[in-house]
């Protein structure tokens, strides 16, 4: 080969080689911006769900708030509800106490005058 065919010869080659290494260039910035748009979208994604997923904490922490608030109330009325049965209840047993502590002075009443009538029956006989 003369030295113009070899000059010929490597300029054919170095085109092609430029090519090549051009189309992989060209390859790999679409192949980049086609990763860094699947990346952004997911991001996007990723935003969004988090976005949600705040939004749903702080509505939930609203209901646990209002529902504690409300437990509160529920206790606070069971306990009035409850104090003011206990104190209807000791009332009552102090009714009863009361009834039973008459009941048992006239009992003890009837007893002693049946004691006497049987004393006073004893010295007739």
Known sequence: MTDAELKHYFGVMVEHVTSQVQMLAEGHALLRQELLSVFNDR??????????????????????????????????????????????????LQLVEQRLTAEIRHIHTRLDAHDQILAGLQGIG
Do not use: T
């Open 43 to 92: 991001c996007d994604r990723i935003e969004m769900r988090v976005g949600a997923l705040e939004v749903a904490v702080v509505r939930h922490s609203k209901e646990i708030q209002e529902l504690r608030i409300e437990i509160q109330g529920v206790r606070e009325e069971l306990k009035a509800e409850f104090k003011s049965e206990i104190q209807g209840v000791r009332e009552e």
